[in-house]
């Protein structure tokens, strides 16, 4: 029974009675075999509405048909009515009216591949294309209603870390949290120019999210110094001035941070140093932070200064196969479906190894039927393949530190795993190149081995 033939189904069976978006989309995941925790993930929707809406609809179609119509018997009962229909009429079927519109109000994506948009950018909280990867959200959630606490999101560029602090954000403000976000990328050069100015600056941008007037003059003493002056305006005013509600405080792209060591030696050690007040001072468990980072710059600082060796870290791991065959079907890949569909992605999979952003646009272009996985895997690693961008991009980054080229020129040179300086090989991992065993490393995936073996050789 094809998508067309159960909407046409249902039209007939309700007739003058249209279902919404969300109906809609409960219907259809459930003739996927979806179950309500499943659709729930990626809609913005909890289970327990996905499961009332679903419970509706089932006693709307019993009623309407004269016959009990549940998600299990679904298939059954609906391929049945629709033969018995066709029996009695003895023609072929209309089209039902805006079925693809009413349908796809909540996933507009789902019948129009050739429209997906490119991917590129942090997934907004409903979208379809975002896959949980259990259980960091789950983690993530619980622990964010700890008082105090201390979140760090590590991963390299692309693996969707701003995906999952979107969702994040989504789960604190139905606590009803107040939420402060900061992207370092936003401030000016000028900002990093000293300590002082920084934590001013810091100070000034959290008040302003908090519809706060900033008034550092007030609590601001160049003679305690800047972080002391900064902690004060921070307990003295912001979390004084506040709702009783908990602030979470997220950071995204803290490695603007690290590319200044004077500034970052301060800051990170500061924010630990917020962190552990939390455990005896009151005005502090209101606040709860969470750090996001992608490849770092060593900084040297004191494992015992770092903020980052306490509270918790979240890394991002690629994705299964399972998840790769989930997202497959989502860009509509009605082939991936099955067992022999699986087994024809898993090439993929091993060409990208599961990352994110590489399995999104290999399926991006799929869906839109440019290419076909054959010939997306033969060019791959090539300039005329669909990841040059992103494979010249990070041998640019390599190009800039000699020692880093002559680290991944030993890794993808053997077929075993390599021992590495711990900083190179620190830093090879946090840009994605490498997996680690200790300071053991081997090549992330076939593609970078592919690529950095011919580029790397004519250095």
Known sequence: MTVEELLDAVERILQSRPLDSIQWFVL????????????????????NYIKQVGSQLWQDLSQAS?????????????????????????????EPVNKKFRFTKLYPNLFSPG??????????????????RPPLEELICSELIHPGCLIRIKAP??????????????????????????????????????????????????????????????????????????????????LQYIAENPVVLALNEVQRVFEHPKIAQDFLPMLRFWHEQAKQDQTWQKLRMVVVHTTEI?????????????????????????????????????????????????????MVGGHPYLVSLALYHLSGEKMTLEILLETASTPMGIYT?????????????????????????????????????????????VLLNGNQAFVMCELYRLYFSQQLVKV
Request: glycine share 6%.
């Open 28 to 47: 259809y995941q459930s003739w996927l075999g979806k179950t309500y925790d499943e659709m729930a993930e990626g809609t913005g929707y909890g289970s």
């Open 66 to 94: 004269g016959e009990r119509i549940t998600k299990k018997n679904l298939h059954l009962v609906l391929s049945k009515y629709l033969q018995g229909i066709t029996k009695q009429q003895n023609q072929p079927q209309k």
């Open 115 to 132: 429209k997906m948009e490119f991917p590129s950018g942090p997934l907004p909280v409903g979208s379809p294309l975002y896959i949980n």
């Open 157 to 238: 560029k692309k693996m969707g870390k701003s995906s999952l602090l979107n969702r994040m954000i989504a789960y604190a403000k139905e606590q009803d949290y107040q939420i402060v976000y900061l992207d370092f990328r936003e401030a000016d050069e000028e900002v990093f120019s000293s300590l002082d100015k920084f934590l001013r600056w810091f100070c000034i941008y959290v008040s302003r999210q908090l519809n706060l007037l900033p008034c550092l003059d007030d609590f601001w003493d160049t003679d305690m110094g800047s972080k002391v002056s900064c902690k004060i305006y921070f307990e003295a005013y912001i």
């Open 298 to 350: 060593y900084v040297p600082l004191k494992l015992n200064q770092s903020p980052f060796n306490v509270g918790i870290t979240i890394t991002l791991p690629p994705f299964t196969k399972n998840q790769v065959q989930d997202l497959a079907l989502r860009y509509g890949l009605e082939w991936a479906r099955d067992s022999q569909g699986s087994k024809r992605l898993e090439p993929l999979q091993e």
């Open 389 to 433: 961008q992103h494979l010249r991009e990070l041998l640019n980054l390599l190009q800039k530190e000699p020692e880093l080229m002559s680290a991944m020129q030993q890794v993808i040179a053997s077929n075993e795993k390599v021992e590495l300086d711990s900083i190179a090989a620190y830093k090879l991992e946090s840009m994605g190149l």
